[in-house]
């Protein structure tokens, strides 16, 4: 078994987290990928702290081990689904599209392990030294928010720069990709693509099919113009978007209302025309739908069968 200082301290089986993926990420799903050994995440997405108080205690029906909640800074809300998990005490808190140093103190106080999502080096060192237990270095493959760093070049340069440990996100499905990470001085990895096909998942069917279908050129970014830049499948809307970020003649105001629902739409309604789907470029490797379970003790052993078969590369 890969030994990780995640599965030590968080007590993990194995060190995959699954990421949190606004209206894909529920209680469900992230307490099935826990029972399976990895690490479940809750997405807060954009709502209330009443929803992330409900999910938070649903998975804890659902589940005896550790999970974590995602927390997007952005968030209109985020001031009180902070003070929520300060409350709750989830193992994990990740966060991103933001600096979380304003509510460390209170979730450091809880015992919570804060785990931020880091586009660059400078971004790890700042919540370092805010007391972050670990950082995901999530390189542009990934699909969501993306940066411009890929994750082969950031994962390194990250555990260089800083001394807590550092789990590679973006582009990576299988254990090749786990292994490669763990090569690249990672301690574990997180995924989001991967766990659409989840059985467990809870999006429309719709959206996993267009996962499985994925070729390796089928995802596109959209949003650069915004300064927040998306990955997603190309789709009937990602067409219609890229026509209209590059007319001079659309405002950033009607890009604002254009984007607004895509996301609920592909997620669940499963709305081929007027959905955005979310997914990185490791759609591609990503071959059916099947049991959270199956997905992370592959992904390991896989990776574990690869690491101990390095040395056949050297003579």
């Known amino acids: 078994m890969i030994a990780s200082v995640l599965c030590e301290t968080l007590g993990l089986r194995y060190p995959v ?32 702290a009443d929803y992330l108080r ?18 997007m800074l952005m968030s209109p809300h985020v001031k009180e689904v902070a003070q929520v998990c300060a409350e709750e005490k989830p193992a994990v808190v990740t966060t991103g599209a933001g600096l979380p140093n304003a509510f460390m103190k209170d979730w450091l106080a809880a015992g ?7 586009p660059s080096t400078a971004v790890a060192k700042l919540v370092e ?7 995901i270095a999530e390189g542009g493959e990934s699909g969501g928010h993306v940066g411009d760093i890929s994750t082969m070049a950031l994962v390194p340069q990250v555990t260089d720069a800083v ?4 789990l590679a996100a973006g582009g990576i499905a299988d254990g090749r990709g786990m292994a490669a990470a763990f090569m690249l001085g990672a301690v574990g990895v997180q995924c989001g693509t991967v766990f659409l096909c989840a059985n467990e998942c809870t999006v429309h069917e719709n959206y996993k099919l267009k996962v499985v279908a994925a070729k390796d050129i089928d995802t596109v970014v959209t949003g650069k113009r915004l300064g927040h830049a998306v990955r997603s499948l ?20 009607e890009l604002e209302a254009l984007g607004v629902g895509a996301l609920r739409k ?50």
Do not use: H
Not at 163 to 166: H, Y
């Open 129 to 135: 030294r805010a007391g972050a237990f670990a950082v």
């Open 266 to 315: 592909a997620a669940m309604e499963g709305d081929v025309e007027n959905g955005c789907f979310l997914a990185g470029q490791a759609a591609a490797l990503v071959k059916g739908i099947r049991p959270a379970a199956d997905i992370v003790k592959t992904m390991c052993d896989e990776a574990e069968a690869l690491l101990r078969g390095a040395a056949k590369w050297v003579k």
């Open 163 to 166: 001394k807590i440990p550092v």
């Open 112 to 118: 919570i392990k804060v785990i931020p999502v880091v």
């Open 54 to 71: 409900g999910q938070i205690r649903t998975c804890r029906e659902l589940t005896d081990k550790p999970f974590g909640v995602n927390i």
């Open 17 to 48: 987290f699954q990421g949190g993926m606004a209206w894909v990420s529920d209680a469900t799903l992230a307490a099935a990928v826990s029972n399976a050994g990895g690490l479940g995440i809750i997405s807060a997405m954009n709502l209330n």
């Open 234 to 253: 190309r789709t009937s809307f990602t067409r219609r978007y890229l026509d209209r970020e590059y007319d001079p003649q659309t405002t950033g105001d």
